[in-house]
């Protein structure tokens, strides 16, 4: 007679959250939307070895570190995962989603889909949320509003958004990014937060 | 890419929710509260040969029938369980929940806990819910506020609700009705109603 979830949530099993979704599906917006309410929640911020852009804040945005600081943590097996992007490496370090879980907060990270399924094998009870676009022609919209994007650029993300998509079914649950009514994506995953914080037998993570 | 939780839910798995708890945990306030927001929900109404009390309707509060359209429907196996209390039957008819499953409603349900083993082997995959109180001592002091109770009923009530509580490993999700914060509960429960929603495997139901 011990369980409780209104009140400071005391004795309950910290969760893992892992978030995810093709490029262009609105991960970003809909995590920002989360933060805003969230409750005893550990946004894990990336480690990347990228020089921090105008604006972006350090631990917040990503954590910035030398080439050397990530090989080091690297060689020590203390990234969930990593990757390497346009010469750049990026991953979530294990020492934070520890921290959180030791100060019995729930952790909630963003990661690429290609990611996951490495992510799955070290933390198989990790609850694993694919964010989707409504389809594949709105996708393809959103990345054509990013200015940045070239014809040949667009056509091999909405190949690599196919692909990721593809993936689906290595996740627990799908959250469908609207646009438009952003607050609806927000509030599902919530919901799912919420949900597995209810859990009889939750999904207790060893990291 | 035809997952839409949003708008109207169109070719989603429609599952089945199963509410439990003891007598005295609140479930009936819970479900009242859930059921003046719920959308795509249909209620399961207990069928029972009681007779109607004042004030009850019928096919909202219960469904009314003789006791031979009982034992007839028993026959046929067409109750997902039945129970006789103070000499009369109640029992969920499957026929009402597959009826909301065609219509590609969820369906929810309110049994007793004593009943929840026998409807998990039939239907395994629905979402078992217990409704808890948030200690003994407050459920006493619920019981006692209801002028219906004796104190050997009281007594007997108590160590059945103290039964009831240990099954909770049975049931995926625990909703605790912290009674002057109703509103938390339902929230709960409407969070874990939504979360099965975005199920990428939803628990489809056979019956």
């Given amino acids: 007679m011990t369980v ?4 400071p949530y005391l004795p309950r099993t910290p ?10 599906a609105g991960k970003d917006s809909v995590l920002a939307g989360l933060k805003k309410t969230a409750e005893n929640l550990q946004f894990i911020t990336t480690m990347t070895t990228r020089k921090p852009r105008a604006g972006e804040v ?22 969930l995962e990593y990757a390497q992007v346009y010469g750049n490496w990026y991953g979530p370090p294990k ?3 520890r921290q959180a879980l030791r100060q019995a907060k729930d952790a909630i990270l963003r990661v690429d889909v290609q990611g996951v399924a490495s992510i799955k094998k070290i933390v198989p009870e990790a609850v694993f949320i694919f964010i989707m676009p409504p389809s594949l022609s709105e996708l393809e919209k959103r990345l054509k509003q990013r200015v940045t994007e070239t ?3 667009l056509a091999l993300r909405l190949n690599t958004a196919a692909q990721e998509i593809a993936q689906l079914p290595l996740f627990d649950y799908v959250v469908v990014n609207n646009g438009g009514s952003l607050h609806v994506a927000v509030n599902e995953l919530k919901a799912i937060i919420l949900a597995e914080r209810c859990r009889v037998h939750p999904r207790k993570i060893l990291l």
């Fill in 4 to 7: 409780d979830h209104s009140v």
């Fill in 95 to 97: 020492e934070a989603i």
């Fill in 15 to 24: 969760l893992l959250f892992v978030v995810s979704g093709p490029s262009g």
């Fill in 151 to 153: 014809p040949v650029e």
């Fill in 58 to 79: 350090d631990g917040v945005d990503y954590t910035f570190v030398s080439p050397e600081k990530f090989e080091q943590l690297k060689a020590q097996n203390e990234f």
